[in-house]
């Protein structure tokens, strides 16, 4: 009852967002409410974290077994964090609208980051197989018609469909899983199931993320606005991402685990490098989510299931701070930095327990590049984090407070997960690691802060672009899979050939002669078949 | 006994010819005439397992519905052909019914197995069904369809009445004759006619 | 009086009735719905073979009507399915009220009606596929109109439907001998063989399929729909009427594995063709024999559940193909409509857009939407007895999701601004449907509790 208290808190306060933006012609007022009610909901979470067994279970939702026919949406300690982190999100969100309200005054964004956080819940919470298909299913269809709403130009159409042709691939994944279970006789919950079952629930994650296989459906992202763009963009792979902290340990098989592990180790280690290069937090923020998504990906297929919690939590958090970091002051640094502290992984930071995914013992090279990788996502976290942004003069002086506000509180939130989101969430963690990292990380901002390769003058930066865009190009036409859909294109052409011609065999003329052929010759092998 | 036997042959070599000529001919006054000879034959094949009260009800019903489809004709020439009678395809339609007559008289004494009927019976019923089916396999026109769908159907109800003498089925299949018909003609004419 | 009187003869000449005042379209239309609202009405709270007091009468109502030596046989638990069927008539009649169909379509709309339930009611079941050849025969006007030129798919559709009737009436003939002899392993084959024959081509099961989608392109897709829903839906109650009646049909080995074959092949084959498909209006007909074959598939399980499952996929399928056909008749009315010539079309049209795309991703088996369930928990019963079928049913019915994203890509593909340029009315019913399909998609529980009711009239299944 309380999960749909919530879910449907926000969903109201959404639409009371616009009818009071209508009817009052408040934008102070509407931005004022959607504020208060993200608060809210972001405390009701806060406490449920010392709540046990706070749970929506509907029964009897469809006919058949127990497991199948109940929806189970729970709070528990893979959910709690994911929820936490989205409903924080959302206040950041909301808060650092402030700065746009005087230009760009838009409440259908704010209704609709509450609608998509509110689906993004759903998601989260979601805990047996029936319960993720349809949460995945909404959140898609309404990223879908967001995406199609915005104006789209013709190429990034065919994106958009893909992506989500993606996404449903991801979500039949899930029901493939609940079917092979069947088969093996062991009926699939979440908390519960065969482990052959599992590679099913990862390929539907990976799917889901870009990760398996990997596809950059977007290179250049459809035009939205940052909030609801910011999001959009995190929501969604949320839902994968909580998927793989409920995997079993031995999700893959030993045979088809090192493909998986590089793939997943791949996508981790392009993604840092376009994140690295990208021209802004934006522009790279496609990379930053496949980066994470790849290292979450590689934990869960090393048996490190737990660990791939707080790569998502990151992923979110960490990069909401820099998605949301448009106006830029040199104290404002402070709060990307404990962000980026939080990243750093470090004993006791938050990040500390996702380093045990990382890097597992004996030493390989797949290690190495999950550590460049990691290295390389800290390093670009840094370059964007320092690099221009707009201006704070011009600013009221109330949101010259609440925009900071916004932002610390997802970094706050961030460093609160880490503390107490679940047993064991504060740890020392594979400190030598994250000393490595760091020190790559401390060495390649030398590099590029003090071989006057980067600074905020663009035009220095530039030879570095020079060396990487062509690179990259080739990367990301290899990555992005057009040569994939070149190529199922062409078969769709080959097969649908034959199809057209069966088809105008049976519908042409003498078409009723062809299906009695047919008959007779099934009939004939009936008969050949069951007449003693 | 013997004469009437051997008399029963005749049905069996009208119904040769009127498929033939159904299957080959492109004019459609020699397809009617054709289908009213056939409802002659079924009607005689009929009258071999059936009281000839009911047997006459087949050839009323069968004139009756080559009358509709014949009455929906218009005067157009056929085929674009002037109404020659050897236009092309005639050799290939010569050719198909040919073998459907090697089919039938093959297959009939395997069929005699499942319905005991005479095998004139059967021949004239296999005979039907199977250039029926032929006819509405390769025309595509409303005429010739219907006309095809017509001698299968008469072929069924051929087979049928050796196995089974209602006299409300055979009233029912009656009407289902008169209704194809009724439905030919319509199809026939539709695109010409105002709104009903 | 009888029931069959009640729901056979009242229709029948109400449809004559209407014949007359056919020239008053909206009038007939708005007139027949009700009537079959009042009917559905009646079959839900009258009772079969019991007495009504109705202004002081007393009015028995019999189950049995004798005509000519035949009798109509209604039970009491035969009102489920009068329930459905006119629950069904009423939901086509209403929508029809902003589609262009023809003066035509309500009076011989609800003679094909009533001729369907009187094949669901005669005995013996040999006279089923008489009357059924007559609402063929009553169904061609409708489908094509006056001035209309008739294509390839009416032909075809009067050829295997008619073709269906001698093959049902041999069945017939055997089913006698066979009770007789029920150990005759040859009489046996003949029967099932008959029967079988018969159901492939009134359902249009492969290879007799290749009327649907040339019909559906040829007519207007709504009355197209109303057919291909109403006329496999009751061939599907009466292959129940006599798996009900036949314990040697019942029993027989062969049968369910033969169903299941079938199925698979009808959904696989949908699916692959439907994917290639380039005409909106031929989508609409193998999604039609895609659901014929999730229907044959659910037969196949020969169990309680699969009976279950087979009973309420029929909600999903009247809702989806309904509201599919309304979409598609209010975009293009007989018009052959291809992928190319909706491009662009979420932008111009968008509510027309989205329901044609809700309803074939419904009919696709989407999460959310009417079909998902009870098709999932298909899948989940099929995989347990025959895991490789399910497996090739499950990649089929794929098909159906490309043909929906395809549709997607092109419908979205467009740089101008949002426009309405639709009526409101049409508008208003797409909707309507559309949020019936999302309601029964997330609360589908409810549904399959009361229509398992529908299993009521055939006891010997359960």
Known sequence: MLIIVLIGFLLLAGAAILIIYRTRGGMGVAWLVAVVSAFLVWVAVLVLRWQSGVSLNLQDWRPGGEEFSTLIFQFDSISWPYAFALVSLLLGVLLTASTRIQQLPNPWAWTGSMGVTAAGIATVLAATPMAVILSWTLVDLIELGVLLGSRVQRLLTQRVVLSFSARLAGTLAVVGAVLYSDYLGKPMTLSKFDERAGIFLLLAAGLRLGVLPLHLPFVEEPPMRRGLGTVLRLVVPASGLVILGRLPPAVVSPQLAPYFLMFSSLAALYGAVMWLTAKDELAGRPYWLISLAGIAVACAVRGRPTAAPIWGIATILAGGVLFLYSVRQARLFLIPAMALLGLSGLPFTPLASGLKGLVVLPFNALDVVLIVAFSLLLTGFTRHAISEGASVEGLDRWVQVVYPLGLFWLALSFWLIGLFGWQGSLTIGNWWVSLICITLTVGLVFLMRYGKLVSADQERAEWLFLLFKPVGRVLAAVFRLDWLYVLIAFVFRLVQGVVRFLTVLLEGEGGVLWALLILTLLISIFYSGSLP | ?196 | MSAALLWIGIPLVAAVVFWFLRNQKLLCILAIGALNLLLALLAWKLPIGGVINFLGLSIELKETWIILGRSFVFEAGDRSFLMLIFVMGAFWYIGAVVVKVGRTFAPLGLAVIAFLVAALSVQPFLYAALFIEAAVLFSIPMLIPPGQVPGKGILRYVIFQTLAMPFIMFAGWVATIVEANPTDQRLLLQAVLFMALGFAFWLAIFPFYSWVPLLTSEVNPYVAGFVLNFFPTIVFLLSLDFLNTFAWLRDFSLLYVALRLIGAIMVIIGGIWVAFERELARMYGYAVLMENGFSLLALSLHSRVGLEIFTTLFVGRLLSLAVWGLALANLSGQERVTLEDVEGLLHSKPVTAGVILASCLSVAGLPLLAVFPMRLFLLEQLVKVAPVTAFWVFIGGGGLFVAGLRLLNSMARSEQDYQFAEKVIPVVFMVLGTLAIIIVGIFPGWLTRNLVGLLDAFERLQ
């Open chain 2, 1 to 196: 006994m013997i004469l009437q036997q051997q008399l029963a042959i005749i049905p069996v070599l009208i119904l040769l010819a009127t498929t033939t000529l159904i299957s080959v001919s492109r004019l459609w006054r020699y397809t009617v005439l054709a289908l009213v000879a056939q409802y002659l034959a079924v009607a005689w094949l009929v009258a071999m397992v059936w009281p000839i009260g009911l047997a006459v009800v087949k050839l009323v019903v069968g004139w009756m519905s080559s009358a509709i489809l014949g009455a929906a004709q218009t005067d157009r020439r056929e085929d674009g052909e002037n109404g020659r009678i050897f236009v092309k395809g005639f050799l290939f339609r010569l050719f198909a019914i040919g073998v459907v007559w090697l089919v039938v008289f093959s297959v009939a004494p395997s069929v005699s197995g499942w319905f005991a009927a005479p095998l004139q019976v059967l021949w004239g019923s296999s005979l039907l069904i199977g250039a029926g089916i032929l006819q509405m396999g390769i025309s595509g026109e409303p005429f010739r369809v219907f006309v095809g769908l017509l001698t299968a159907l008469a072929g069924f109800e051929v087979l049928y009445a050796a196995v089974e003498s209602s006299v409300l089925v055979a009233g029912l299949l009656a009407m289902a004759n008169l209704g194809l018909a009724l439905a030919g003609s319509y199809l026939m004419v539709v695109n010409t006619l105002e709104e009903l």
